[in-house]
């Protein structure tokens, strides 16, 4: 089974960047994707990015033009770059894998989870 282990969470101010990471390990093929968590709210999604070659990527709303996921197959590793960070980014980011070929903004379709970076944005 894949195993994640997220890392480059802390404290950024407001319009700088941040990028994290997650390196995962595994033979399987899935998807991975990054979630994030408020203080009093729902996880919810923020990107994904296929396992095949030319994957598409997906990104919810409020980080379309800020956030870019990426991936290093030869690393194992899969990036969410984050740039002019508002402080309504700040939360617990998670990344996670799924076994699923569609609907991987879905977090009910996601099986296997890291224990998440806290990411801090100060305005």
């Known amino acids: 089974q894949v195993q994640l282990v997220e890392s480059g969470g802390g404290l950024v101010q407001a319009g700088g960047s941040r990028r994290l990471s997650c390196l995962a390990s595994?033979?399987?093929?899935?998807?991975i994707g990054w979630f994030r968590q408020a203080p009093g709210k729902d996880r919810e999604f923020v990107a994904a990015?296929?396992?095949?070659?030319?994957?598409?990527?997906y990104y919810t709303d409020s980080v379309k033009g800020r956030f870019t996921i990426s991936r290093d197959n030869g690393k194992n590793t899969v990036y969410l770059q984050m740039e002019d960070m508002k402080p309504e980014d700040t939360g617990v980011y998670y990344c996670?894998?799924?076994?699923?070929?569609?609907?991987?903004?879905?977090?009910?379709?996601?099986?296997?989870w890291g224990q998440g970076t806290q990411v801090t944005v100060a305005s």
């Open positions: 996670a894998a799924s076994e699923r070929n569609y609907y991987i903004q879905l977090r009910t379709n996601y099986d296997y």
């Open positions: 990015i296929h396992h095949w070659s030319g994957a598409d990527t």
């Open positions: 595994g033979f399987s093929r899935y998807a």
